[in-house]
């Protein structure tokens, strides 16, 4: 009954040729980031969608980007991946009401862990 | 923006014993402390959250405390167990308008020894 749904789990690209990583959920929220995990750091956010608004981290490079066709999926796109960006990505879902003032609780898949050679 | 800062980076106790992490965060407009548990290889998972108007909440063995005039919150597990053993990353918000993000510590690595 997995609610938030990475593919793939693994993934090994060579360097510069692009990756897409898709995240499904079942929750109907209208929240979803992308996080990024390197070794033995804390997850950090990349983007985040509220419904269909795009909300991009100042220090996000722009060979990162992000589709959101509809409330259940949304994909990262790496145009061009570097070794640094070797890392496991995270995807993550909370139900969230503008100007309601409460955060909920981050509902976090799998992850998707990249190589790059 | 935000920034939370955790200690220890690790921690290592014996089967029963305490164990004690704190985190301290920089935006006072943050009123939403969350901890999250990863074990390896896995994903995140909730474990126990406080929102600022509340000094202290307890689920069975875990409990967080948050001093907000200070701007620092801590997790207690009592009487560890094994299973305890994982990585534990606490995390800051602030609601309101569009800002639904979270800012994590480094972790901590907990390493409960039977």
């Known amino acids: 009954d997995a609610m938030v749904i990475q593919n793939p789990r693994y993934q090994v690209t060579q360097f510069g040729k692009p990756v897409t990583l898709s995240c499904s959920q079942t929750?109907?929220?209208?929240?979803m980031y992308w996080y990024q995990q390197k070794s033995s750091q804390a997850p950090k956010l990349l983007f985040h969608y509220y419904d269909k608004d795009f909300n991009n981290e100042a220090d996000t490079p722009d060979n990162f980007q992000s589709r959101r066709p509809n409330t259940s999926f949304c994909f990262l796109d790496i145009r061009s991946p570097g070794l640094g960006d070797a890392a496991m990505y995270l995807c993550?879902?909370?139900?969230?009401?503008?100007?309601?003032?409460?955060?909920?609780?981050?509902?976090f898949g799998e992850g998707s862990r990249l190589t790059v050679l | 923006g935000e920034n939370v800062e955790q200690h220890p980076s690790t921690l290592s106790v014996q089967e029963g014993d305490s164990a004690v992490i704190k985190c301290t965060y920089s935006d006072s407009a943050s009123n939403y402390f969350p901890w999250y548990k990863q074990e390896l290889g896995k994903r995140p998972q909730l474990i126990i959250d406080i929102r600022s108007n509340v000094g202290e909440k307890k689920d069975q063995r875990i409990a967080v405390t948050l001093n907000k005039t200070a701007k620092h919150f801590s997790l207690h597990i009592t009487e560890t167990q094994p299973e305890d053993s994982a990585v534990y990353f606490c995390?800051?918000?602030?609601?309101?308008?569009?800002?639904?993000?979270?800012?994590f510590g480094k972790g901590t690595l907990l390493t409960v020894n039977p």
């Open positions: 995390a800051a918000s602030r609601s309101g308008g569009s800002n639904y993000k979270l800012t």
């Open positions: 929750l109907n929220h209208n929240v």
């Open positions: 993550a879902t909370s139900r969230a009401v503008l100007g309601g003032g409460r955060t909920g609780e981050l509902f």
